[in-house]
């Protein structure tokens, strides 16, 4: 049993916009528009099928944009089982502007969810979670969620036997942590906020607070640290990860990419410094082309041997 489940309780439709320059307050003409199934679990979804994972997605959706979601990832042979809501599903605008080499997002707010769907989520969930080795939770809670929603289905995942996956930040993820997620993804803000404000001023606080988390019960913790890689704790391990030096197109969706990696290697059964090594490829990898949330399989072969794994404790 190695199914992957993706949960997207705040689904979106991704438009990236390729411009030459986006200059504020000036009128800017867009040079290429992509638009896909997006947030932050559709993308660890759509990335773990191309590393030949098998996923199901599963997530909230509503309106004539979560009709355009279900078809799209539908087209696309992702399999998916979503909860349909009131409301539309959320636009999230990403601007690429090519002279400076920046990207700016604009994220909308998206659908506001009842108590009846929070219900269905909690029995959807334990239901592919009985079928899955995984369960990964990403992104935002959409407005009419309690912060308390992730940890309550991370608990309902767990007792059906799945091992689970929070990324997420601000009061979902201190709160979701409380249900001892197997994986969680902070970076070096969420972790201060995760060890109660305590800001990790040199290296060595940093590894202290990864061992902290760990010793909560968090089977694996990885610290992202921009485009120097990761710092990650397992079994009572540290290992500091270097990613590639590349010329990034599109950071944005690297994260999910890293996720995917993670979640498609440790549910094959392989181990943490393989599943390193292909979470930070697929990250990488990601930044390389300027549809969030994809990646190619060739740049996915050249990164993997450019990955530096240390352990280091
Ligand atoms: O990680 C990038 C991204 O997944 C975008 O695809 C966009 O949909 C956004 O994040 C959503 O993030 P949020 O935290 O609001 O769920």
Known sequence: MSLLTT???????????????????????VAEMISVPGGKGINVARVAKQLGGAVKATGFVGGSNGQFIVNEMTKAGLDNDFVAVDGESRLCLNMIDKST?????????????????????????????????????????PKGAPSSLYAELIGIAK?????????????????????????????????????????????????????????????????????????????????????????????????????????????????IEQALRLATAAGTANALNAQAGHVVEADIDRLLEQVQIEAID
């Open 101 to 141: 080499g920046t990207s700016t997002e604009v994220l909308e707010q998206g659908t506001v969810l009842t108590a009846a769907a929070i219900e269905a989520m909690k029995a959807k969930v334990k239901q592919l979670a009985a079928e899955s080795a995984i369960v990964a939770f990403s992104g935002s809670l």
């Open 7 to 29: 949960v997207t309780l705040n689904a979106a439709i991704d438009k990236t916009y390729v411009m030459e320059s986006f200059p504020l307050g000036k009128v800017s003409r």
């Open 159 to 271: 007792a059906e036997g799945a091992k689970t996956f929070l990324d997420t930040s601000g009061d979902a993820l201190v709160e979701g942590v409380r249900a001892n997620p197997f994986f969680i993804k902070p970076n070096e803000d969420e972790i201060e906020k995760l060890l109660g404000g305590r800001k990790p001023e040199r290296e060595s606080d940093l590894h202290d607070g990864v061992k902290q988390l760990m010793e909560m019960g968090i089977g694996c913790v990885v610290v992202t640290l921009g485009a120097s890689g990761s710092l990650a704790g397992y079994d009572d391990r540290l290992y500091r990860i270097r990613a590639p030096r590349i010329e990034a197109v599109n950071p944005v969706g690297s994260g999910d990419s890293f996720v995917a990696g993670m979640a498609v290697a440790l549910a094959a059964g392989r181990s």
